[in-house]
């Protein structure tokens, strides 16, 4: 049985339209959204998507999974998804419309609201409008259903889509459900704070500059750099010299402007984005509900929007602050789980390097120990600034970063930065030979590969523009590493679901920000839980090095991570 759910507004976040089911002979049944929450037939509802309840299909199932979860009806039978089928077939689309989708790959257009007409789909009399326009697109799911199907069985996807993608819907529809809770009186504080800083900071920029002036306004702040105060623009763009933070970093210290302007727009970013931003998106349960969204990025990553959760900063203290908000249901307090370095235990266990692996499985700093090897001295003998160094270039390979990157990430010359890639390289050999050859397979094929399956098309390797090419290669080397990470984490919030509900457990998945993952738990049941979320992400693949995690409880996300 296929579906297709209208929305008055945006999918799963505003008032259900209705919802259209079909079955095999193409019959369509219309349910009106007014009667669609109705406790008979929620009922229905809850009947075909239990255990043993019908197959379903649709595209883009998420957000009505989402709307009966709300409802307290958890979907086991959703079989497909064509709108995750395509993704996976072609990551790198990034359009996944239904009717795109149904003419390329089964020569048919959806029937117009005037009837169908020879070689679109027919509804067998169902009525005009929206109910029409649903029972199209259910239909439509169904004559997908195969051809995506074949599609995945010729690139051996079908098992990345059967046991990871297709059973993570429901999860992230049950997350997004439950939602997030935040101390609306903490977030406010915080608000307020910042936009003291932001008044207090504005009105030491005007000092600075020697009078007032709009301060986040571009053309203004052009005046007041380079022709009050005269100092050299850095770059210039259509509309004028830039005044973007890198063209401000290079100003650093030619005037104590400089340093106030880029200390106003971290704080001014932190009030809009997450202090005025965060408090817009609580819901009246006190909750925030985001959306987490499986078809965006080409590695495999998941992402998330209204609001973007997994952009809380991290790199301040003022930043962390925010993770004070986030806290647990009355009754239970939240555990956080993460995993330990992952992507580079990942590059040790693609590149089979015998030095990395060894550091991992002596249980070091790993950091220390990378350092040591790449400046030649002893763990005892690594400097801060040495540690930083390794750490940034481990880090750095995981997204393809060369030269250039490193020496702007370091402050330091290229030249620089190059000898300490040659020393990491010569340290350990193997990731460059396994940086080499993934790109050497990639440019073979055309795509990459994750020990899932997971594809990634990169056309860019065959541009005869070199700065294109090079900007491929960035991308072959990122996507195996960032997509295995990533796979891994999908697994492992399945398999976190899967032992929740296998328990009967009341402790609940909420939040998961990049390889983080957020539940609530009742304090009583704390090591039961921690337990079986150390079992579930400890046991999402074998390694050649531990998969190791970092967990912690606390009433907020802050004092988890203390």
């Given at each position: 049985?296929?579906?297709?759910?209208l929305?008055?507004?945006d999918?799963?976040?505003?008032p259900?339209?209705?919802?259209?089911?079909?079955?095999d002979?193409d019959?369509?049944?219309?349910?009106?959204?007014?009667i669609a929450?109705s406790s008979?037939v929620l009922?229905?509802?809850?009947?075909?998507?239990?255990?043993?309840?019908?197959?379903?299909?649709?595209?883009?199932?998420?957000?009505?999974?989402?709307?009966l979860?709300e409802r307290?009806?958890?979907?086991?039978t959703?079989?497909?998804?064509?709108?995750l089928?395509?993704?996976l077939?072609?990551?790198?689309d990034?359009q996944?419309?239904?009717d795109?989708?149904?003419?390329?790959?089964a020569?048919?257009?959806l029937a117009?609201e005037s009837?169908?007409?020879?070689?679109q789909l027919?509804?067998?009399g169902?009525?005009?409008?929206?109910a029409?326009?649903?029972?199209?697109?259910?239909?439509?799911?169904?004559?997908?259903?195969?051809p995506l199907?074949?599609a995945?069985?010729?690139?051996?996807?079908?098992?990345?889509?059967?046991?990871?993608?297709?059973?993570?819907?429901?999860?992230?529809a049950?997350?997004?459900?439950?939602?997030?809770g935040?101390d609306r009186?903490?977030l406010?504080?915080?608000?307020?704070t910042l936009?003291a800083?932001?008044?207090?900071?504005?009105?030491?920029?005007h000092e600075?500059a020697?009078g007032e002036?709009?301060?986040?306004?571009?053309?203004?702040?052009?005046?007041?750099?380079?022709?009050?105060?005269?100092l050299?623009?850095?770059?210039?763009?259509?509309?004028?010299?830039?005044?973007d933070?890198a063209?401000?970093e290079?100003?650093?210290?030619?005037?104590?402007?400089i340093?106030l302007l880029?200390?106003y727009?971290e704080?001014?970013?932190?009030?809009?984005?997450?202090?005025?931003g965060?408090?817009a998106?609580?819901?009246?349960?006190?909750?925030i509900?985001?959306?987490?969204?499986?078809?965006?990025?080409?590695t495999?990553r998941?992402s998330?929007e209204?609001?973007?959760?997994?952009?809380i900063?991290?790199r301040?203290?003022l930043?962390?602050?925010?993770?004070?908000?986030?806290?647990?249901?009355?009754?239970?307090?939240?555990?956080?789980a993460?995993y330990n370095?992952?992507?580079?235990?990942?590059?040790?266990?693609?590149?089979?390097?015998p030095?990395?692996?060894?550091a991992?499985?002596s249980g070091?700093?790993i950091?220390?120990?990378?350092?040591?090897?790449v400046f030649?001295?002893?763990?005892?003998?690594?400097?801060?600034?040495?540690?930083?160094?390794a750490?940034?270039?481990?880090y750095?390979?995981?997204?393809?970063?060369?030269?250039?990157?490193?020496a702007?990430?370091l402050?330091?010359a290229?030249g620089?930065a190059?000898?300490?890639?040659?020393?990491?390289?010569?340290?350990f050999?193997?990731?460059?030979a396994?940086?080499?050859?993934?790109?050497a397979?990639a440019r073979?094929?055309?795509?990459?590969?994750?020990?899932?399956?997971r594809?990634?098309?990169?056309?860019?390797?065959?541009?005869p523009?070199a700065?294109?090419?090079?900007a491929g290669?960035?991308q072959?080397?990122?996507?195996?590493?960032?997509?295995l990470?990533?796979d891994?984490?999908?697994?492992?919030?399945v398999?976190?679901?899967?032992?929740?509900t296998?328990?009967?457990?009341t402790?609940?998945?909420?939040?998961?920000v990049h390889?983080?993952?957020?539940l609530e738990?009742?304090?009583?049941?704390?090591d039961e839980a921690?337990?079986l979320?150390?079992?579930?992400?400890?046991?999402?693949?074998?390694?050649?090095?531990?998969l190791?995690?970092?967990?912690a409880t606390?009433?907020?996300?802050?004092?988890?991570?203390?």
């Amino acid at each position: 049985m296929t579906f297709a759910a209208l929305w008055d507004g945006d999918a799963g976040r505003s008032p259900l339209a209705g919802v259209a089911f079909a079955g095999d002979n193409d019959g369509v049944v219309w349910i009106h959204g007014a009667i669609a929450g109705s406790s008979e037939v929620l009922a229905e509802l809850a009947r075909l998507s239990s255990d043993g309840g019908a197959p379903l299909a649709a595209h883009g199932a998420k957000p009505l999974l989402r709307w009966l979860a709300e409802r307290g009806i958890d979907v086991h039978t959703l079989v497909h998804d064509t709108e995750l089928a395509a993704y996976l077939v072609d990551p790198a689309d990034g359009q996944y419309a239904l009717d795109d989708l149904l003419e390329r790959y089964a020569g048919l257009a959806l029937a117009a609201e005037s009837g169908p007409a020879a070689g679109q789909l027919d509804l067998d009399g169902t009525s005009a409008g929206r109910a029409d326009s649903a029972g199209a697109e259910a239909v439509a799911v169904g004559r997908l259903v195969g051809p995506l199907g074949a599609a995945m069985q010729a690139r051996n996807l079908l098992a990345l889509y059967t046991d990871m993608e297709i059973p993570l819907v429901r999860v992230l529809a049950n997350m997004e459900a439950l939602g997030v809770g935040v101390d609306r009186k903490v977030l406010s504080e915080l608000n307020t704070t910042l936009s003291a800083q932001c008044d207090a900071l504005t009105r030491e920029i005007h000092e600075a500059a020697g009078g007032e002036f709009n301060v986040n306004s571009t053309p203004q702040l052009r005046e007041v750099l380079f022709d009050r105060l005269g100092l050299a623009p850095q770059r210039k763009t259509k509309t004028g010299y830039s005044t973007d933070a890198a063209s401000l970093e290079k100003l650093v210290g030619e005037h104590p402007v400089i340093e106030l302007l880029l200390r106003y727009r971290e704080v001014e970013k932190l009030r809009s984005t997450y202090g005025t931003g965060l408090l817009a998106e609580v819901a009246d349960d006190g909750r925030i509900h985001a959306t987490f969204t499986q078809t965006v990025a080409r590695t495999g990553r998941l992402s998330s929007e209204h609001p973007n959760l997994h952009n809380i900063p991290v790199r301040t203290e003022l930043g962390r602050s925010f993770r004070s908000a986030f806290v647990a249901a009355d009754g239970f307090e939240l555990l956080v789980a993460d995993y330990n370095q992952i992507e580079l235990r990942v590059i040790a266990h693609l590149a089979e390097d015998p030095g990395l692996i060894a550091a991992f499985e002596s249980g070091t700093d790993i950091h220390t120990t990378t350092a040591a090897r790449v400046f030649g001295v002893d763990d005892a003998d690594v400097t801060h600034a040495q540690r930083s160094q390794a750490k940034m270039v481990s880090y750095g390979l995981a997204y393809g970063m060369e030269a250039y990157g490193l020496a702007q990430r370091l402050g330091i010359a290229n030249g620089e930065a190059q000898q300490i890639l040659d020393a990491y390289f010569e340290a350990f050999p193997s990731v460059h030979a396994y940086m080499d050859a993934t790109v050497a397979e990639a440019r073979e094929r055309g795509y990459t590969e994750t020990l899932f399956g997971r594809r990634r098309q990169i056309p860019e390797l065959a541009s005869p523009n070199a700065r294109i090419r090079q900007a491929g290669e960035r991308q072959a080397m990122n996507a195996g590493i960032q997509g295995l990470a990533a796979d891994i984490f999908k697994v492992a919030l399945v398999r976190i679901d899967r032992a929740l509900t296998a328990s009967n457990s009341t402790s609940r998945l909420i939040l998961q920000v990049h390889d983080e993952v957020l539940l609530e738990i009742e304090p009583d049941g704390r090591d039961e839980a921690v337990a079986l979320v150390l079992e579930a992400m400890t046991g999402a693949f074998d390694l050649r090095v531990p998969l190791e995690v970092n967990l912690a409880t606390g009433r907020s996300w802050a004092d988890a991570k203390a």
